[in-house]
């Protein structure tokens, strides 16, 4: 039984085979042949080089050759054409398929002429012609466009050999039939920023290079001047987006653009180069100011390598941007640096000799923190000769904000580039008012900063040691005013204490010096709050909250003395507050701490100072602490006496 099923089987396998490749077969080799016959070209047109069309209609014809991987324009000018308007051009001619033929040959027997089609061999109306291949394998064709159908849907081709009339999709008229406009590239400069790596403007005989170096962009001159990489970027993109408005103009320049021109800008790309000439502006010949958008100036025109003449419409900022290139595209940040690189910033004030300078210095961060853990700062005041420098922690903020300073300080305009002594002198150079030197990390030499005023109080900046030839900036004194001061209280830390959370306070007590007054003493519960019943409750809560995250608001003197300068006297202090702190020890027993602040009078409603002289500090406390002093300190004095009357 198992026979049988075996060979039928078999024998449906091998009738199956025999239907494919009997019939299969042949059907799939008529349907090619029937898409061959469909096709109205051949191999003539798998391999298009040159495409040639000629009209009748003005304006209609013109030539496109194919160099390297581009098409160009060749007549009726010299120019790159349009990709995606001769790819569409080409591929429907390679894919162009009948609806329907005839022969030639059989016209006559219908008293039919070419004529009634619209076709005229000798004079055609429209004709294209086209090269396929290279060299001796190179052939040629010609397809003669008649008549639009009656239904106007197709169209009459004369076969390149003669023979016969096809008839086609009239899309092949109407991609034969565009204006030159949507048939040329509609860009200039080419090279996009990305690929930019020198930009070259040359007016009026003075010629400004910029080049780039990795991410930066540097004039090509005896100084290192820096280029502004987003203005320039902004000035290679205004030149991307230009565009040819007329070509041909009426009324061309005795002088061609290309030998006598007003702007010429060169830009080099990866092995190519592309330059713009300018000439002769067409009406507008200035730019308007005094209005908030200047209007653009068209210009005649020429590209290197073209000989086609055109005209184009400039904007004015970018003309500015051209023509002014040494002001307009400089960089304007005087400092080139990266801030997570500086490991030591020094500041110092020439102009006071026995001022000595002082050192903002990155510590480096504990093992285990994380690679972005911003790190901690402090500062290193120069003490006595026996003592060697003395050790602050710094504010990281602080620190951060004039980093950020430094980094975004702008000219506000170019003083010299080749300064003298005399400049020097009068700019405030030679005793500058400040000097800050940033020492980078894997940099072999600090990076200086010198920064002069003169007589009207203008501020200046100069990179490096002031000497003869150096490059003096103009900037904002602002800088100068409130980002550095050389005072060690300025970069102090403002955070003082920050009790650990195993940490309670245990006992606090205030007592006014005036006379030994003792005005608040509690011992505090296990959790470090004080009794319900305790007076002003509250304000005395607000307090120990205060001293377990010490902070204060700003510094008026370096280190603690026994009286100070508040609200313009000399006074001394008029309160003490006495906090005693608990930290866990070993066997469970606790370490007592005694601490204690010394306070002056309220000043004003918002200044009240405090000192300690275990962390030699005196400060003025945060508003939130004064308040709740206040409460406790405060005393009405009662009524005022009566006036007593004057004896008879």
């Known amino acids: 039984m198992r026979t049988k099923v075996t060979l039928v089987l078999v024998f449906l396998n091998v009738a199956l085979f025999f239907f494919i490749f009997k019939f299969e077969r042949t059907w799939r080799t008529e349907r090619a042949s029937l898409e061959a016959r469909r096709r109205v070209l ?21 030539t496109l050759a194919r160099r390297g991987d581009a098409w160009w324009l060749t007549a009726p000018l010299e120019w790159p054409a349009n990709p995606h308007a001769v ?10 398929e009948h609806v329907s033929f005839f022969n030639v040959a059989d016209l006559a027997q219908n008293n039919l002429h070419l004529a009634d089609y619209g076709i005229d061999p000798a004079k055609p109306r429209v004709a294209v012609t086209f090269k396929s291949g290279e060299g001796a394998a190179e052939t040629s064709a010609t397809l003669i466009l008649g008549d639009i159908t009656k239904d106007g849907t197709r169209l009459y081709v004369l076969s390149p050999d003669g023979k ?26 080419t090279v996009p920023v990305f690929e930019a790596r020198a930009l070259s403007v040359q007016t009026a005989g003075v010629r400004v290079r910029i080049r780039r170096e990795s991410a930066r962009w540097l004039f090509d001159t005896i100084i290192d001047a820096r280029a502004d990489k987003t203005a320039l970027e902004i000035a290679i993109g205004g030149l991307n987006a230009l565009h040819p408005k007329t070509f041909n103009p009426p009324g061309a320049p005795a002088a061609l653009p290309s030998v006598a021109p007003t702007l010429r800008v060169t830009l080099e790309g990866n092995n190519r180069t592309e330059t713009l000439f300018l000439g002769e502006p067409i009406g507008q010949t200035a730019i308007t100011t005094g209005t908030a958008i200047a209007p653009d100036i068209e210009y005649y025109a020429q590209l290197d390598r073209r000989p086609a003449l055109f005209t184009v419409a400039v904007p004015a900022a970018l003309l500015d941007a051209l023509r002014n290139a040494p002001l307009v ?21 020439p102009i006071l000799p026995n001022q000595p300078p002082l050192t903002l210095q990155r510590l480096e961060p504990p093992a285990g923190s994380a690679p972005d853990a911003p790190a901690a700062w402090q ?52 005793r500058a008012a400040r000097e800050v030197t940033l020492t980078l990390a894997g940099a072999t030499t600090p990076l200086t900063l010198s920064l002069g005023t003169d007589a009207q109080r203008a501020a200046y900046a100069l990179v490096g040691t002031p000497i003869a030839g150096s490059s003096i900036y103009a900037i904002d ?20 204490t920050d009790l650990p959370d195993a940490a309670r306070l245990t006992a606090l007590k205030l007592t006014d010096l005036n006379g030994n007054l003792v005005l608040l003493d509690a011992l505090l519960d296990a959790n470090g709050h004080a009794p319900a019943t305790t007076p002003n409750h509250p304000a005395v809560e607000t307090i120990l909250a205060a001293l377990r995250h010490l902070r204060a608001k700003s510094f008026p003197q370096d280190g603690f003395t026994d009286k100070v300068l508040v609200g313009g006297d000399e006074r001394t202090w008029r309160y003490k507050l006495d906090y005693t702190i608990a930290l866990p020890g070993g066997a469970g027993a606790e370490q007592t701490n005694g601490r204690t602040l010394l306070l002056t009078e309220r000043v004003g409603g918002a200044q009240q100072l405090a000192g ?13 602490l004064l308040d709740a002093l206040w409460a406790i300190t405060y005393r009405d004095p009662g009524p005022p006496a009566p006036a007593t009357e004057p004896k008879e």
């Open 164 to 189: 016969r009339i096809h008839v086609v999709n009239r899309s092949l008229a109407d991609d034969l039939g565009l204006p030159l406009d949507s048939l040329r590239a509609d860009s200039l400069i």
């Open 612 to 624: 300690a002289k275990d962390l030699d500090a005196v400060f003025e406390i945060e508003q939130s």
């Open 379 to 430: 500062i290193v005041r120069r003490g006595a000769a026996a003592q060697g420098p003395q050790t602050l922690p710094a504010d990281r903020a602080a620190v951060q904000r004039l980093l950020e300073q430094l980094a975004l300080l702008a000219a506000k305009n170019f003083q010299t580039d080749a300064s003298t002594n005399a400049d020097l002198e009068n700019w405030g150079f030679k």
């Open 87 to 96: 790819s569409s051009l080409v591929h429907e001619l390679q894919l162009l």
């Open 477 to 496: 004194r602002t800088i100068l005013d409130r980002e550095l001061p050389v005072e060690a209280r300025a970069w102090r830390e403002r955070q003082l």
């Open 329 to 349: 595209l400089r960089e304007k940040r005087i400092l080139e640096f990266d801030p997570h690189l500086v490991t030591a910033v020094t500041l110092a004030q």
């Open 42 to 62: 051949g191999p003539e047109a798998a391999d298009i080089r040159t495409l040639a069309v000629t009209s009748t209609v003005a304006g209609g014809s013109f």
